[in-house]
């Protein structure tokens, strides 16, 4: 059976076992793959009155997209195991048709639903065949038509769908009652283009061939006040003139609907690209910077953020351009606003906790809301038809203002906007905050970190320098710990260490076993092997409960006609000392057996071993602790290879130079844990300089 009466088939996708088990209860099934539907569903001689996206569907919300794209007068169903998270989706994704049905195969009453759905598709499908009919009918009906607009029959006339009567070559020749009252058409001419009464339905009716099929319904606008949906039917006057019938449907609502349901879409879509901007950095500045890029173009041209310290006073200012020929003037004004405080009284406002609009922003306006001159000027190359300013709230008070502005050309920002606007500035609110209270807390606990390192001796046969790094992601103070000092004979002592653990506990094992160190070493006279083995006592008797590693090394300077000078160190299971000689050449001091001695605190009776060395005038020691060298991007014995590496690229520089370029080329951002780091390099008797 053919026809419009034929009932249509049911095309379902990617279905799984109680998906087909559920739809044999529906006749005219066909089962086709993702890949199949273009085919099945564009080029089907046979009606499609439903189709069904199955449950085994990787992406079943763009499935329904994509039918409701081929088939606009199909009803669309989707089954999912998750019919929650899929009616979430379906609830902002453009695209869908407003009735589409979720559910899943186990629902009750779930093919009833779709036994509907598909015969409201078809009782669309007969209806606008009838139309059809009554057109031709009338079109054939006895009697000519009367002057002027054509006769449309008494049956069409009454339809309840808008008619309009167009001659192939687009004059528009007659219209229907319904017609006359969605569009308004009064004393519309006849013999005129059907564009003067639906802009574009003159292309449209150029689509249709005489010999092909007729195209797909269309969707156009006529101003703000309507969106009709246009569907082409060839026929024919009494007398054998052709005609084309457009059934125009009132598709106001609908648009609107969607129109809406788009604008929430993209709306969501921004925030969450605001929230994952802003959870990438815990820097204040990178993330106004990230901040800024969310926003332009998207919301607007042009955006100006403001950040506050408590006393009210500017702390940071980033202004951003859509246009990248504008950096230089969106720079000057970051200069300008930092350096007179000369903001607008917007950004004032909103940094006061009121969120403003200014849908026209004139000559008038922008005078009165930017009263300084240098900064008005700047403002005004920037483009500002549109602007609103909104607060950016911290967790306890006001942190700053945000400022978006739209150029002439777009659409004006409106309360909409704002509303986006306001919401944004609390995530931004949260997120800034955060990054302020961690930058306090790694400021905090760096300096506290250091003051618990001192500086190193100043020696006039040596040269020493240190440094110490926190970690980039880290707000703690931690257990890595240098020293260097001198002993009663004038021996120099260096000292490297890392305590198990990384945070307040592990600072103050830290400062306990630094002075143990310290002391012993410097009371006893010991060899490095002998101090460790009396910490490790020290650390057993006192119950401290800690472990750590460390590296202690004495270093005999070279004197006059003595040679070079001896170096002897003891290694508890820390990283390998570098030994960078005079001629460029570096190496690691391991064991000369290979084995390492245990950590610090795990066994009082731990055999402590000691190693020598020669080091000359102009060789250089560099002990560190493992932060430098170990990475999730690399094995330890990459790191190792790439501080010798680095270490002899710059091995003709001073040392803090040397030192400096360490640091800068393991862990150029910060790493992932503590660094420190302690170096010397002797000098000639008699030799002045670093």
């Given at each position: 059976?053919?026809?419009?009466?034929?009932?249509?088939?049911?095309?379902?996708?990617?279905?799984?076992?109680?998906?087909?088990?559920?739809?044999?209860?529906?006749?005219?099934?066909?089962?086709?793959?993702?890949?199949?539907?273009?085919?099945?569903?564009?080029?089907?001689?046979?009606?499609?009155?439903?189709?069904?996206?199955?449950?085994?569907?990787?992406?079943?919300?763009?499935?329904?997209?994509?039918?409701?794209?081929?088939?606009?007068?199909?009803?669309?169903?989707?089954?999912?195991?998750?019919?929650?998270?899929?009616?979430?989706q379906v609830s902002y994704a453009p695209g869908v048709p407003l009735d589409v049905l979720v559910g899943t195969a186990g629902d009750t009453g779930l093919?009833?639903?779709?036994?509907?759905?598909?015969?409201?598709?078809?009782?669309?499908?007969?209806?606008?065949?009838?139309?059809?009919?009554?057109?031709?009918?009338?079109?054939?009906?006895?009697?000519?038509?009367?002057?002027?607009?054509?006769?449309?029959?008494?049956?069409?006339?009454?339809?309840?769908?808008?008619?309009?009567?167009?001659?192939?070559?687009?004059?528009?020749?007659?219209?229907?009652?319904?017609?006359?009252?969605?569009?308004?058409?009064?004393?519309?001419?006849?013999?005129?283009?059907?564009?003067?009464?639906?802009?574009?339905?003159?292309?449209?009716?150029?689509?249709?061939?005489?010999?092909?099929?007729?195209?797909?319904?269309?969707?156009?606008?006529?101003?703000?006040?309507?969106?009709?949906?246009?569907?082409?039917?060839?026929?024919?006057?009494?007398?054998?003139?052709?005609?084309?019938?457009?059934?125009?449907?009132?598709?106001?609502?609908?648009?609107?609907?969607?129109?809406?349901?788009?604008?929430?879409?993209?709306?969501?879509?921004?925030?969450?690209?605001?929230?994952?901007?802003?959870?990438?950095?815990?820097?204040?500045?990178?993330?106004?910077?990230?901040?800024?890029?969310?926003?332009?173009?998207?919301?607007?041209?042009?955006?100006?953020?403001?950040?506050?310290?408590?006393?009210?006073?500017?702390?940071?200012?980033?202004?951003?351009?859509?246009?990248?020929?504008?950096?230089?003037?969106?720079?000057?004004?970051?200069?300008?606003?930092?350096?007179?405080?000369?903001?607008?009284?917007?950004?004032?406002?909103?940094?006061?906790?009121?969120?403003?609009?200014?849908?026209?922003?004139?000559?008038?306006?922008?005078?009165?809301?930017?009263?300084?001159?240098?900064?008005?000027?700047?403002?005004?190359?920037?483009?500002?038809?549109?602007?609103?300013?909104?607060?950016?709230?911290?967790?306890?008070?006001?942190?700053?203002?945000?400022?978006?502005?739209?150029?002439?050309?777009?659409?004006?920002?409106?309360?909409?906007?704002?509303?986006?606007?306001?919401?944004?500035?609390?995530?931004?609110?949260?997120?800034?905050?955060?990054?302020?209270?961690?930058?306090?807390?790694?400021?905090?606990?760096?300096?506290?970190?250091?003051?618990?390192?001192?500086?190193?001796?100043?020696?006039?046969?040596?040269?020493?320098?240190?440094?110490?790094?926190?970690?980039?992601?880290?707000?703690?103070?931690?257990?890595?710990?240098?020293?260097?000092?001198?002993?009663?004979?004038?021996?120099?002592?260096?000292?490297?260490?890392?305590?198990?653990?990384?945070?307040?506990?592990?600072?103050?094992?830290?400062?306990?076993?630094?002075?143990?160190?310290?002391?012993?070493?410097?009371?006893?006279?010991?060899?490095?092997?002998?101090?460790?083995?009396?910490?490790?006592?020290?650390?057993?008797?006192?119950?401290?409960?800690?472990?750590?590693?460390?590296?202690?090394?004495?270093?005999?300077?070279?004197?006059?006609?003595?040679?070079?000078?001896?170096?002897?160190?003891?290694?508890?299971?820390?990283?390998?000392?570098?030994?960078?000689?005079?001629?460029?050449?570096?190496?690691?001091?391991?064991?000369?057996?290979?084995?390492?001695?245990?950590?610090?605190?795990?066994?009082?009776?731990?055999?402590?071993?000691?190693?020598?060395?020669?080091?000359?005038?102009?060789?250089?020691?560099?002990?560190?602790?493992?932060?430098?060298?170990?990475?999730?991007?690399?094995?330890?014995?990459?790191?190792?290879?790439?501080?010798?590496?680095?270490?002899?690229?710059?091995?003709?520089?001073?040392?803090?130079?040397?030192?400096?370029?360490?640091?800068?080329?393991?862990?150029?951002?910060?790493?992932?844990?503590?660094?420190?780091?302690?170096?010397?390099?002797?000098?000639?008797?008699?030799?002045?300089?670093?």
């Amino acid at each position: 059976m053919t026809g419009p009466d034929a009932p249509g088939r049911c095309v379902v996708v990617e279905p799984s076992t109680a998906d087909v088990a559920l739809l044999r209860g529906l006749s005219g099934v066909d089962l086709v793959s993702p890949g199949e539907i273009d085919a099945r569903l564009g080029t089907s001689p046979e009606p499609v009155d439903l189709v069904v996206v199955g449950s085994l569907a990787a992406s079943p919300v763009a499935l329904a997209q994509r039918a409701h794209r081929l088939v606009p007068g199909a009803s669309v169903a989707v089954l999912s195991t998750d019919p929650a998270a899929v009616r979430r989706q379906v609830s902002y994704a453009p695209g869908v048709p407003l009735d589409v049905l979720v559910g899943t195969a186990g629902d009750t009453g779930l093919l009833a639903d779709l036994r509907q759905l598909r015969e409201a598709a078809a009782g669309r499908r007969r209806h606008a065949a009838v139309l059809a009919a009554v057109a031709r009918r009338a079109a054939a009906a006895p009697g000519g038509p009367a002057p002027g607009p054509a006769a449309v029959g008494s049956l069409l006339e009454h339809a309840p769908i808008a008619v309009l009567v167009v001659a192939p070559s687009g004059e528009l020749l007659g219209w229907n009652r319904r017609a006359e009252l969605v569009l308004e058409l009064g004393q519309a001419p006849t013999g005129h283009p059907v564009d003067e009464v639906v802009p574009g339905a003159l292309a449209y009716v150029a689509q249709l061939a005489a010999d092909g099929p007729p195209p797909a319904p269309v969707h156009l606008g006529i101003g703000d006040r309507l969106d009709v949906e246009l569907t082409a039917v060839r026929s024919q006057t009494d007398q054998g003139r052709p005609v084309v019938l457009l059934l125009v449907a009132d598709v106001t609502a609908q648009r609107r609907a969607e129109r809406e349901r788009d604008r929430l879409a993209e709306q969501v879509q921004l925030l969450a690209r605001v929230s994952e901007t802003l959870a990438g950095s815990l820097d204040v500045e990178e993330s106004m910077a990230r901040l800024a890029d969310a926003l332009v173009p998207v919301l607007g041209d042009w955006v100006s953020i403001q950040l506050r310290e408590e006393r009210d006073q500017l702390a940071g200012v980033t202004v951003r351009h859509r246009d990248p020929a504008l950096a230089g003037v969106t720079r000057e004004i970051e200069r300008v606003i930092l350096r007179r405080a000369a903001g607008s009284e917007a950004s004032r406002r909103a940094a006061g906790g009121d969120a403003v609009l200014f849908p026209s922003v004139d000559e008038a306006v922008l005078a009165d809301q930017v009263p300084d001159e240098e900064l008005r000027a700047l403002v005004r190359r920037l483009g500002t038809a549109s602007a609103l300013a909104v607060p950016v709230p911290g967790r306890s008070g006001l942190l700053g203002s945000l400022l978006l502005a739209r150029g002439p050309g777009r659409a004006p920002l409106e309360q909409g906007d704002l509303a986006l606007a306001v919401e944004i500035g609390h995530r931004a609110g949260i997120a800034l905050d955060n990054a302020r209270l961690y930058a306090g807390q790694r400021h905090l606990a760096t300096e506290l970190q250091r003051s618990l390192l001192t500086d190193p001796p100043h020696l006039p046969g040596a040269a020493i320098a240190v440094r110490y790094v926190a970690a980039a992601r880290e707000a703690q103070v931690g257990g890595d710990w240098y020293d260097a000092f001198r002993l009663p004979d004038g021996d120099l002592v260096l000292v490297i260490g890392d305590v198990v653990g990384h945070d307040t506990r592990a600072a103050a094992a830290m400062g306990q076993l630094r002075s143990l160190v310290r002391g012993i070493g410097f009371t006893t006279a010991a060899t490095p092997a002998e101090v460790l083995a009396a910490v490790d006592r020290a650390v057993d008797g006192l119950q401290l409960a800690t472990m750590a590693t460390a590296v202690l090394a004495q270093l005999r300077l070279p004197g006059d006609g003595e040679g070079p000078g001896l170096l002897r160190w003891s290694n508890a299971g820390h990283p390998a000392p570098v030994l960078l000689g005079a001629d460029g050449r570096a190496r690691l001091l391991g064991a000369v057996d290979g084995a390492a001695d245990l950590l610090l605190g795990v066994d009082p009776a731990a055999r402590r071993r000691v190693e020598e060395a020669a080091m000359a005038p102009g060789d250089t020691l560099l002990l560190y602790t493992d932060g430098l060298v170990e990475s999730r991007s690399h094995a330890l014995d990459e790191g190792l290879d790439l501080l010798l590496a680095t270490v002899e690229r710059h091995a003709d520089e001073g040392l803090d130079a040397l030192c400096d370029a360490v640091l800068d080329r393991m862990v150029p951002r910060g790493g992932q844990d503590d660094v420190a780091l302690v170096a010397v390099r002797p000098r000639a008797p008699g030799v002045a300089g670093p």
